[in-house]
């Protein structure tokens, strides 16, 4: 049996949207945020010792991090939902299985970030200073880099229905939780592909199904 350690309004989301689009069986672990910090509780660092969800445990082994997760469960389910490894798309899919953790929700990070310092109770001469820092790093950084992202998956999207070719695969999953994510933030309407994404995935079965076991998932719209 398949057990997700299931954090609530976060990236573990995912693997039960992936474990009901598997069909497989699975038990669920749910944890709530610290209802001040909104930081995971500190039970799950009794099932790895940093603390993070996703974590699933499967055949005696503990395995975190979403990306590492995500190939384990298509592995272990005969490469289902991800295209053949030499086929035209395999690599495109790869892009997406990666980029989704390194590039955008860590950018996505960075803004959280800085939209909590921005708004966090300070003194009143602090905030002057506090207000240049986040800019500038807006400014230098974050701005650019987001568009730049955020085109890109845009402009696949306008290629064909799914980031890795016309077929529905684990990437899409992956992918789901930086494009909430910006939607729920930021101005996804200027977004008319990456929209219409989120469209499709939301009405799918087996995610809805996900959002019904996992409880409550605040990232939706």
Known sequence: ?????????????RILWLLEELGADYEIKR???????????????????LGKSPVVEHNGQVIAETGAIIEYLVDQHGGALAPAPGA???QLYKYWIHAAEGSYASVMMVSLLLRRMETAPMLF?????????????????LDH?????????????????WLAGDEFSAADIIMS???????????IALYKNISAFLNRIHARPAYKKAVEKGGPYALIR
Do not use: C, W
């Open 1 to 13: 049996m398949i057990t997700v350690h299931h954090l609530e309004n976060s990236r573990s989301q």
């Open 31 to 49: 944890y709530e945020r610290d209802k001040k910090t909104s930081l995971a509780p500190p039970e799950l660092k009794k099932v790895h010792p």
């Open 88 to 90: 035209s798309n395999y």
């Open 125 to 141: 001469f602090v905030r002057p200073i506090a207000r240049r820092l986040t800019k500038g790093v807006r400014d230098g950084y």
């Open 145 to 161: 880099t987001m568009k730049a992202l955020f085109d890109y998956a845009e402009a696949t999207l306008g290629n064909a229905e």
């Open 177 to 187: 939780f930086p494009f909430e994510g910006f939607a729920s933030r930021g101005n």
